[in-house]
């Protein structure tokens, strides 16, 4: 497989990762910029990104990865203000900061740890499946 095919096969199962992790009992999940409710499949909800996904570094973090609606990921380009604000909120002062210094740093990622991830994040969307 290609390494562009397996950098989009990491996203594809990451995302799902990401928006089955906040899904409650029922699978709804909450926009982390605007609160709106939704079940956790389908083009409603999306895997949001404080820190573009252009940066290696900070685009398979999972601090830097929480779910939007659409409306807020897409059409509001994804709400960075208010999601850096949340991200304060919710895992403490500055982490926003910290997630922007990191999405500066240069990282190398081979494509086994990419793989290493697919593998990973698999293992745990079966584990929150259960």
């Known amino acids: 497989m290609s390494r562009s095919k397996v950098v989009k096969r990491l996203d594809t199962v990451f995302s799902e990762y990401i928006r089955l992790r906040n899904a409650d009992n029922n699978g709804n999940v909450t926009c982390f910029t605007c ?19 252009r940066h290696y570094s900070t685009r398979w973090d999972e601090t830097n990865c929480q779910v939007q609606c659409s409306a807020c990921n897409v059409f509001r380009s994804g709400e960075q203000y208010k999601f850096g604000l949340n991200i304060d909120k919710e ?10 210094i990191k999405s500066n740093e240069v990282v190398k990622i081979s494509t086994k740890e990419l793989e290493s991830l697919i593998t990973y994040y698999k293992n745990q969307i079966e584990l929150l499946n259960k």
Do not use: I, N, P
Request: hydrophobic share 30%; with cysteine; charged share 25%.
């Open 35 to 53: 609160g709106k409710v939704d079940y956790w499949k389908g083009k409603g909800m999306q895997c949001g990104h404080f820190q573009s996904r």
């Open 91 to 100: 895992f403490g002062m500055g982490t926003a900061e910290e997630l922007f």
